[in-house]
T-cell receptor, first 114, second 114 residues
């Protein structure tokens, strides 16, 4: 019962370095999402993919890029990491009609940029 | 746009106390409402949901009623346990200005002491 799997779980980057956060789901969900979680700010949507082959910006897309590699995988890339990107990142997936079913979340990637 | 506001935390209670976490929302149309729970070091898990006015969602002793007249979805539990210590997020999806994406409140931390 894997659900949504994120890698890595922890990462420390130096300012200016790049990295890709990986996310995969095994529930045959159409939609996938990347959120960041910061203290006192809840979860904010970075990018989402309503279906395979499509991606759209969320609330806080600056400094990030995404790739929907196939139906299962949705990666998040930081091209030049900044300290402001220190956060916990969550990937989630849902049936297209999430209004009824909600999302399934991964366990998160804790990223620190120094 | 659509938004969710939760009471600020942390909320600190003794075991077996009554819990209320307030949540109000702003949305056009007829959103669905959710409560998610995040235990320490983990991702978010769906706790309960309600998809139309006057619906009551319930799970693990927690309840919340969708009140359209007061635009509220307060979370309640009659007798909390130490194991309920977590961060609780209220969320909505499916309002007229929001095509299926979940919008979260800022989260409320609950600490239950023995």
């Amino acid at each position: 019962n894997a659900g949504v799997t994120q890698t890595p779980k922890f990462q420390v980057l130096k300012t200016g370095q790049s990295m890709t956060l990986q996310c995969a789901q095994d529930m045959n969900h159409n939609s996938m999402y990347w959120y960041r979680q910061d203290p006192g700010m809840g979860l904010r949507l970075i990018y989402y993919s309503a279906s395979e082959g499509t991606t759209d910006k969320g609330e806080v897309p600056n400094g990030y890029n995404v790739s929907r590699l196939n139906k299962r995988e949705f990666s998040l890339r930081l091209e030049s990491a900044a300290p402001s990107q220190t956060s916990v990142y969550f990937c989630a997936s849902s049936e297209a009609r999430s209004v009824y079913y909600g999302y399934t979340f991964g366990s998160g990637t804790r990223l620190t940029v120094v | 746009g659509d938004s969710v506001t939760q009471m600020e935390g942390p909320v600190t209670l003794s075991e077996e106390a009554f819990l209320t976490i307030n949540c109000t929302y702003t949305a056009t149309g007829y959103p669905s409402l959710f409560w998610y729970v995040q235990y320490p070091g983990e991702g978010l898990q769906l706790l309960l949901k309600a998809t139309k006015a006057d619906d009551k969602g319930s799970n693990k002793g927690f309840e919340a009623t969708y009140r359209k007249e007061t635009t509220s979805f307060h979370l309640e539990k009659g007798s909390v346990q130490v194991s309920d210590s977590a961060v609780y997020f209220c969320a909505l999806s499916g309002g007229s200005g929001n095509t299926g994406k979940l919008i979260f409140g800022q989260g409320t931390t609950l600490q239950v002491k023995p």
